[in-house]
């Protein structure tokens, strides 16, 4: 069902909070405990609906996941190689990173699955992984999707046992190193992902931290070469998960763009292959402070402090796309308050994310009056200066077209407009961020 929601103009934003837990270190934490032995507990979950999307599949599997007292998780795995055949179809909801990295894990066990989701996820492009993992032994039957995509509904079809591969990544993606990886822990020998450009790594730092046998090597020429010797025992953990980045980000901008405001978000990850947006926006000048740096489960977290800031527009490198990947959106509504303009390129990916995210920013931008101009591979943004966005017509509808951060994006625009705008679904912010709505009025939106 929809949930269409309105937003207007607020008044400061003030006050500290902290966010749900990081979306890809959490499925990450459920998958590896899922094919460790014993139990491993796992604290600060996201309890978003991809996380248990991720959470019902790995129990149709045959790992044991519940959720304690305090919202502590504890997983009973089933060893490396012992996930089992699945009796029902794997709902994957709205989620491309369950999905793609499950078939990782399917592809090297000797079961086979077939993947379903939403309507969003059922357009994304699944021969990224299903050719890499094709090569491995699995075989997949897809659904033909637009221009020829392979989509879900798609079936998995495991090898094993599976055959090691090296594989050179063709786009920069997370989830197709990751799928690879995992599919590589079931397969005897060494499977070797390369990757020119470095995306996410928590993926490397969990399986080592389980036990596994992986080595990370950076080549002279900055290109990284990931090496896992499969059929190894991994030991369960205790995980605790930090804050997510790319949750972060919405009362920060928030913050940055709303006069008067001043909001601390604490426990942020600060792993430097997610932090992209906050290097851009300092550059653009935004009052950023970072207290309390420590590690958390491995990963390094701080406390970031956001005031409202007078921003100017940048041109952002193409080369820090991979570390802000989900933060363009949100970066948009920055930009378009800063003065003068921004510029983006190197986002085609952004094209086959939840949504076309390029595509549906420019419109919803345009809708509350923004000059925009979009190009293949990025848009160009005119700031307003701090104006407050509006184009002097009835507040219109924003299309967010089950795409999670689109709706919080403009959700954060919305606080900002002369005479507010109304989402046309926010039920997709349950996927990442629940609590969302309860987040901006504890700051005193007064949504
Ligand atoms: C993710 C990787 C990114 C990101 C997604 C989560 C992950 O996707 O957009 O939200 O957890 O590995 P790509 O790796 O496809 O860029």
């Not at 025992?233 to 901008?253: E, K, M, R, T, Y």
């Not at 939840?354 to 345009?366: N, T, Y």
Request: net charge negative; hydrophobic share 45%; with cysteine.
């Amino acid at each position: 069902m929809p949930s269409p929601k309105s937003f207007s103009p607020a008044g400061p934003l003030r006050g500290s909070i902290a966010i749900p837990g990081d979306k890809s270190i959490s499925h990450r934490s459920l998958m590896l405990s899922a094919l460790a032995i014993g139990e491993s507990v796992i604290e600060g979950l996201l309890e978003g609906e991809d996380v248990h999307a991720t959470a019902a599949a790995l129990r149709a599997m045959g790992a044991d996941i519940e959720r304690g007292d305090g919202a502590v998780w504890r997983v009973h795995g089933v060893g490396v190689g012992g996930l089992l055949q699945p009796l029902t179809a794997l709902e994957m909801g709205n989620s491309g990173t369950s999905t793609r990295l499950l078939m990782g894990l399917v592809a090297s066990h000797a079961i086979t699955a077939t993947f379903v989701g939403d309507a969003s996820l059922s357009k994304r492009p699944m021969a990224r992984v299903s050719d890499p993992l094709s090569l491995m032994g699995a075989s997949f039957t897809g659904t033909p999707g637009a221009a020829g995509a392979q989509c879900l509904p798609m079936m998995v079809r495991g090898a094993c046992p599976a055959v090691p591969i090296a594989y050179r990544l063709p786009m920069a993606s997370a989830q197709v190193k990751s799928a690879i990886l995992l599919a590589g822990l079931n397969t005897p020998g060494i499977t070797r992902v390369i990757e020119p450009v470095p995306t996410r790594d928590h993926s490397e730092r969990m399986l080592k931290g389980f036990g596994a046998d992986i080595e990370v090597d950076i080549g002279s020429d900055g290109i990284r070469t990931i090496s896992i010797r499969g059929e190894g025992d991994l030991a369960p953990q205790h995980i605790i998960v930090p804050g997510d980045p790319s949750s972060a980000a919405f009362p920060i901008v928030a913050a940055l763009i709303t006069p008067g405001s001043e909001v601390t978000v604490t426990n942020v990850g600060m792993n430097p292959t997610r932090a992209g947006l906050f290097d851009i926006l300092v550059q653009m000048g935004a009052d950023l402070r970072f207290g309390n740096a420590r590690e958390v489960g491995g990963e390094p977290v701080a406390d970031i402090t956001a005031r409202h800031s007078a921003m100017t527009g940048i041109d952002v490198s193409p080369h820090i796309v991979p570390t802000m990947i989900d933060e363009f959106p949100i970066l948009f509504v920055a930009a378009a308050m800063a003065q003068g303009i921004t510029r983006t390129s190197g986002l085609d990916e952004l094209r086959v994310k939840e949504s076309d995210r390029l595509a549906l920013m420019a419109k919803g931008l345009s809708a509350i009056g923004v000059q925009v101009e979009e190009q293949a591979d990025g848009l160009t943004i005119h700031g307003r200066s701090g104006d407050p966005f509006g184009s002097g017509t009835a507040p219109p509808l924003i299309e967010a077209a089950l795409d999670h951060r689109i709706a919080m994006s403009f959700a954060i625009a919305g606080l900002n407009t002369s005479g507010g705008l109304t989402v046309d679904d926010m039920a997709p912010v349950a996927t990442s961020f629940p609590g969302f709505e309860a987040m901006l009025k504890q700051l005193g939106s007064g949504q």
